[in-house]
């Protein structure tokens, strides 16, 4: 059976837009919302626990990177930022990337819990049961 290539290692150039020694920021090619963004390492890695601190601290100066960025261009009132790291959750691009998805007032209709949403049974932890 032929594997796929990782797509992370052989994105276009013009995809990309910020990098730094060790990691890059692209926009996320099926968007959640108007400027949901991908930081990616550059060495190929499945998990963040295998990422080393020069890493570590390259993803999160690029991530506050495209914050401030995303904040001047569309204005969020939020953001969610995450990592699917392994299948049981839910990663399917074997290579990591941290999302920082923003958020806006009305783009959900109770968006409290925010990441607890991945398991809907648990979620709600303010609600009566």
Request: hydrophobic share 40%; aromatic share 10%; proline share 9%.
């Amino acid at each position: 059976m032929e594997s796929r290539p990782c797509p992370f290692c052989t994105l276009p150039a013009l995809r990309v837009v910020a990098q730094n020694e060790y990691g890059l920021w692209i926009y996320d090619g099926f968007p959640i919302s108007p400027g949901h963004s991908l930081i990616i390492p550059k060495r190929h890695i499945g998990s963040f626990f295998d990422a080393n601190t020069a890493e570590r601290a390259a993803l999160l100066e690029l991530l506050d990177q495209a914050k401030a960025s995303i904040d001047a261009e569309h204005h969020p009132n939020g953001y969610n930022i995450g990592i699917n790291d392994g299948a049981a959750a839910g990663q399917t691009v074997p290579h990591l990337h941290l999302h920082l998805i923003p958020r806006y007032l009305g783009d959900a209709d109770d968006p409290r819990g925010g990441v607890r949403w991945v398991i809907p049974a648990k979620a709600d932890y303010w609600s009566e049961r």
